[in-house]
């Protein structure tokens, strides 16, 4: 099983929808997690951390299910600006390991 | 306030050439990172550096990759030689201890 695994997409939503991704997680022992924001042709960016059980930034909520290992993003409203590819992140694995998981690509249509 | 500059910004080279990124971390991060991205391996961890030292290098593909980090402003990533199959982009990233990291907007690098 990988360390980290995320449904590649890509997803195509209507704006205004709601849309949730899934990540899924080998490693028990992980306290923390990112989502981080990939444009097209960009580099990525830190979009939301997620400690204990979840977070919340406007439209963007993150929830972390310690027993199925597993995170989650939602995304309310979805606007076009959100199309990007969302990284599942888990920092800090042993050795310092960051893993990025490969990415969830969303494509938000008028 | 200046984020993490890498350069070149494209680099196009013949197979068998050396290939030499470079990258300045923000100020005041002790940590950086080299990943590599293509679209069939997504995004890898190359070689991780803490306080200028190596750390965890296991990411690094083969003998021809090398990194340095010389002062706490400046690495470099060498390629010699480069194989078309090294086409990627190649992103840097710093963060102050394991915190949040910030990517570069990254080099990328056409072997033919």
């Known amino acids: 099983r990988k360390e980290v695994e995320q449904d590649p997409g890509p997803f195509n939503v209507p704006e205004g929808a709601t849309v949730a991704f899934n990540c899924t997680y080998s490693?028990?022992?992980?306290?923390?997690f990112f989502w981080y924001r990939q444009d097209c042709r960009k580099e990525p960016k830190l979009l939301m951390s997620?400690?204990?059980s979840g977070n919340e930034d406007g439209r963007f909520t993150a929830q972390l299910n310690r027993a199925s290992q597993y995170i989650s993003l939602l995304i309310r409203d979805s606007k076009l600006s959100d199309s990007a590819t969302y990284l599942c992140v888990l920092p800090n694995t042993g050795g310092f390991k960051t893993i990025f998981g490969a990415g969830t690509r969303l494509f938000v249509k008028a | 306030d200046a984020g993490v500059i890498q350069s070149p910004r494209h680099e196009v080279t013949e197979m068998g050439q050396e290939v030499t990124l470079r990258c300045k971390p923000i100020?005041?991060?002790?940590?950086l990172f080299w990943y590599r991205q293509t679209m069939m391996r997504g995004l890898e961890l190359l070689i991780y550096?803490?306080?200028?030292?190596?750390?965890?290098d296991s990411g690094m593909p083969e003998d021809r990759f090398s990194a340095k980090m010389p002062n706490a402003s400046f690495s470099t990533l060498k390629i010699q030689p480069s194989e078309p199959r090294d086409s990627a982009v190649y992103f840097c990233?710093?963060?102050?201890?394991?915190?949040?990291?910030?990517f570069g907007p990254g080099t990328r690098l056409t072997v033919l």
């Open positions: 997620v400690y204990s």
């Open positions: 100020s005041g991060h002790n940590s």
């Open positions: 990233a710093s963060s102050l201890s394991l915190g949040e990291q910030f």
């Open positions: 550096f803490n306080n200028n030292v190596p750390i965890d």
């Open positions: 490693n028990s022992a992980s306290q923390s």
